[in-house]
């Protein structure tokens, strides 16, 4: 590990004087919660239960009253791109 920290500090140091550039991802932003949903053919109760949010948050997302952010948004993308975690947990 301290082996990985030091080459990472010395990448940083390259990207900073310009001699290398940095691998980046762009991230895409996840459907809509309902439909994710309901491609998981989950509940509202469920899918906030595997979210870990409250089933009342799952409604205010789904009739556009909030939009889920941070963390939320990483799972609605987990969810949407990987279904097979989420139907493994149940």
Known sequence: IGQEIID???EIKKYKKGEIELRTHALTEPSPPSKIRKKLNLSQSAFASLMGVSP???QDWEQGRRNPQGPAKTLLR???QHPKVFTEIR
């Open 78 to 80: 987990i969810a949407e």
């Open 8 to 10: 990472g500090i010395k």
């Open 56 to 58: 009342r948050t799952i």
